[in-house]
């Protein structure tokens, strides 16, 4: 079942080229660490991630597979209503097993990974059983990433 849930996890193989955008950011005057945590059963690197104002923090899958990042439908439709996204384009995506699907895509104000806020970054809105999950485009903005014992390293 597991390995059947991280297929569905978004691996964008294929995108449009004209839908997927880069995120901007700010970042402090020098490298910062972001902690991070694995699944109770050991699969996957996960980062807590703040989305706009929404209470509490997600947990998001660092997912160096995948072209853009993944919201849950119901956190998208609440960063849409508190006016801190905005709804992009539907891209065509090819899922890691092989499966193309059409996706909408919503921009994010602000996301918050520990001292970093990143601008405008573009996420996939998954459906009920894709995991929430930190994209290349946001990774992409840094110039180099990467990871310690506990530590998602993102440099200046």
Partial sequence: MRAHRAHRVARFCAVQAASLALAVWTIPAAATSV???SAPDGQGIYVTAHLGTLPGGMDLLVDTGAGICTVPANEAALLLLKHEATRGPAIV?????????S???????????????????????GGDKDLPALGLNVLRAFPTFGFTAHTLELGE
């Fill in 93 to 101: 995506a090819v899922l890691a097993s092989g499966e193309r699907v």
């Fill in 35 to 37: 902690p991070t945590h």
């Fill in 103 to 125: 996706a909408p895509t919503i921009f994010i104000d602000k996301v918050h990974l520990g001292a970093v806020t990143v601008l405008n970054a573009q996420a996939w809105v």
